[in-house]
């Protein structure tokens, strides 16, 4: 065996799910083998541009090799290829055709064929719904030519009313079929280009009245596990993902060792044929199998998502950078993380040079290996070496994953950990919440810090005034100056102009002490703006800024008594705090809030909810008492929140006393589909405001 010197191999992929899992497996196999580690750095295919760290991360010269998978947007992709080209890394490729180098895909053309003649030949279908994936990636491209091909093959004519998109995305293709379903229904399959559109898909048809397989037969794409734990189970291609990536790091390390590019590489796949298409002779044994393997995975996923709950919840609090890593700490071990490490960004590094991006100094928040938490150093080091020099060991062995932490388009730091590669993905939910919380808390110790140089600016200037009575009236006015932009920093948001979150938690305290005494209620209204990341994706940040300053000046008209206080929370949610309110006067305000925003009629061409911006909103009223917590209603406004973000945004969601949220039924003029009116709650469309409750 020819010896390798290369230590560090990145993969770059969009995250650390299903679809991933099993490449990482075999590769990590392969390249344990010859001493070689792994860095997954994970990207947002939907984010504009190369991320910022993987950047500094192949420029720095971390990677001795990189296995890319299709994970950005075409023209991204080929400028990623040509840097790896440019920088000379030996590379290899997962569904990408490069020229001259080794590229590894599975065989979509023959398992996309021996799909459609499963439906067309042995099902008899002819009017196939073509749900489509993202229109610029290859293995999407391949699938719709095949499945028009195999139509014209057999003089079955393509019916483009009945090719939607899909975009890989559950929801997206739940949305897409259900509307389709509205307008007709003489379909009798619907081919998806992977298993999560072909799942929501089958959601979409069960509310529709439809029965698969009797009614619409139903096929996805990639074996997913999820494919085999559904009833029926779903008709999909195994693209053999494992075999892929033992292929890419196969070749890989034949070129790490001097030999050249293996070339084009093409995985067999296979179909598999489950109940979504043609009932199976041992169908009650398999769904017994399949019940089994469910309970299994909902058991780990209940696990997971109830150590992530408890980090969001604990998230709340966090006022400092300190809190918010011992509230992630807490329950770090019960999320299967073997080694995580996150670090922040501290400025940019004076000896980083002039190349673009140059690399941050960057500060080490969390060492939690072995089931604890280490002691940390004050030390900052270089972000080019990724960890301070005494945990530099750590990138020598086994499998880290890389994930950026990120607000709109700014870089916090990242997270480096090692997950066990079960199938329940916790990745995206932890980066969300952690750079949400990260940031707000950075952001009030940037405040801090400024404070603390204008008190020293305070403190000059008045030692100038006991030595110079001439500047006494000079350093009486940059006194004034420097405490009316302490206070104005301190309490306001510089973006949409009207209250911060440091000026809520102030306000609430207050108005809490003052309502203990007597028994009085206090409302807190949290409003989150649907789909917002897609907004900026689609318009850009600076559309962006100007639709938050509307929100923000809606919010502040809806509310009227004087002690009532509206506030930018952090990212794209807002806040209100009403004193003396009850439920009723609260959803007043928050209706008032929903009328304007629909006035405003702010255009959201990028969201599936409606044609303009929406906002989804939650409601708790308490009885402020001494003893009680303030910071307890805000929790069981944001769980409220929560719910009508998951009940597919665009509502009100009230909390009931006993912390459970309640879905309220209101007008909404957003002008979505439909009439011009979205239906919330159970009501009709256009039903005046009620005040019925759904438990």
């Known amino acids: 065996m020819t010896k390798i010197s290369a230590r560090h191999v990145v993969v770059v992929m969009t995250g650390v799910g299903s679809y991933q899992i099993p490449m990482l497996r075999s590769m990590r196999e392969v390249f344990s083998r010859h001493g070689i580690s792994l860095i997954a750095h994970t990207t947002d295919p939907f984010a504009p541009g190369i991320p910022v760290s993987l950047q500094r991360l192949l420029r720095e010269g971390m990677a001795d090799g990189v296995v890319m998978t299709n994970c950005l947007v075409g023209d991204e992709e080929d400028e990623l290829v040509e840097m790896l080209a440019a920088l000379g890394v030996p590379s290899a490729f997962i569904g990408l055709r490069v020229s001259g180098a080794t590229s590894v895909y599975g065989d979509n053309l023959v398992g996309m064929r021996e799909l459609m003649a499963h439906l067309l030949d042995d099902r008899g279908v002819r009017r196939p719904v073509l749900l489509r994936g993202i229109r610029h990636q290859p293995d999407t491209v391949q699938r719709e030519v095949v499945f028009r091909e195999e139509l014209a093959r057999r003089g079955v ?22 509307d389709l379903l509205a307008r007709r229904q003489d379909l009798d399959a619907v081919v998806a280009m992977n298993d999560m559109s072909a799942l929501g898909a089958l959601e979409a048809l069960a509310d529709g009245g439809l029965r698969v397989p009797e ?12 494919a085999s734990l559904t009833w029926p189970g779903l008709t999909s291609v195994d693209q053999g993902l494992a075999e892929q990536g033992a292929a890419a790091a196969t070749g890989l390390v034949a070129q790490l060792a001097g030999r050249p590019p293996s070339g084009e590489v093409v995985v067999p796949t296979r179909l598999v044929v489950r109940g979504s298409t043609a009932a199976g002779e041992n169908e009650e044994a398999c769904r017994v199998d399949s019940a089994l393997e469910m309970a299994r995975e909902a058991h780990g996923r209940i696990i997971a998502r109830d150590a992530v709950l408890g980090i969001s919840r604990a998230m709340i609090r966090c006022r400092t950078v300190d809190q918010v890593v011992e509230a992630f700490t807490s329950r770090l071990n019960r999320l299967g993380l073997l080694r995580c490490f996150l670090v922040a960004y501290a400025g940019p590094d004076p000896a980083g040079g002039t190349g673009a991006p140059r690399h941050q100094r960057a500060r080490l928040l969390l060492d939690h290996r ?60 932890l980066r969300i919440d952690l750079s949400r919380t990260l940031d707000s808390a950075l952001g009030t110790q940037e405040l801090a810090d400024h404070a603390a140089t204008l008190e020293r600016l305070v403190i000059r200037r008045t030692r100038e005034l006991e030595a110079e009575v001439v500047t006494r009236r000079r350093a009486e006015r940059e006194l004034q100056r420097a405490n009316g932009e302490l206070q104005r920093m301190l309490m306001h948001d510089s973006l949409t102009r009207i209250a911060n979150r440091v000026a809520f938690a102030r306000h609430l305290e207050r108005q809490w002490r003052a309502l203990a005494d007597r028994g009085g209620e206090l409302a807190v209204v949290m409003v989150d703006v649907d789909l917002f990341k897609a907004y900026n994706d689609h318009n850009g940040h600076v559309v962006g800024d100007e639709a938050l300053r509307a929100v923000a000046s809606c919010l502040e008209r809806a509310v009227r008594a004087p002690e009532d206080l509206a506030c930018r929370y952090g990212g794209e949610e807002f806040a209100v705090v009403l004193p003396d309110s009850d439920v009723t006067e609260a959803l007043a305000v928050a209706d008032r809030f929903r009328d304007l925003l629909a006035e405003a009629s702010i255009p959201h061409g990028a969201s599936p909810v409606a044609s303009v911006v929406t906002a989804s909103i939650g409601v708790a009223v308490t009885v402020a008492t001494p003893e009680g917590d303030p910071s307890s209603v805000v929790e069981a406004a944001d769980a409220a929140l929560y719910r009508a973000k998951a009940s597919g945004r665009n509502q009100v969601f009230v909390a009931a006393r006993e912390d459970r949220p309640r879905r309220i039924t209101l007008p909404d003029a957003s002008g979505g589909p439909g009439g011009g009116k979205v239906r919330i709650g159970d009501l009709p469309a256009g039903t005046k405001p009620s005040s019925r409750t759904d438990p």
Do not use: C, K, N
């Not at 916090?412 to 329940?424: K, N, P, T």
């Open 370 to 429: 072995e089931g604890r938490a280490w002691p940390l150093t004050a030390d900052t080091f270089s972000s080019s070496e990724l960890l301070p020099a005494e945990l530099r060991g750590e990138l020598d062995r086994g499998l880290l994953v890389m994930q950026p932490l990120s607000v709109v388009d700014r870089e916090l730091g990242y997270m480096l950990f090692e997950q066990h590669l079960g199938s329940v993905e916790i990745t995206d939910v």
């Open 157 to 178: 004519p393509v019916d483009e009313g009945l090719v939607v998109d899909g975009e890989y995305q559950h929801d997206v293709s739940f949305a897409a079929v259900r």
């Open 215 to 226: 009614d619409v037969l139903v096929t996805g794409f990639d074996d997913d596990p999820a």
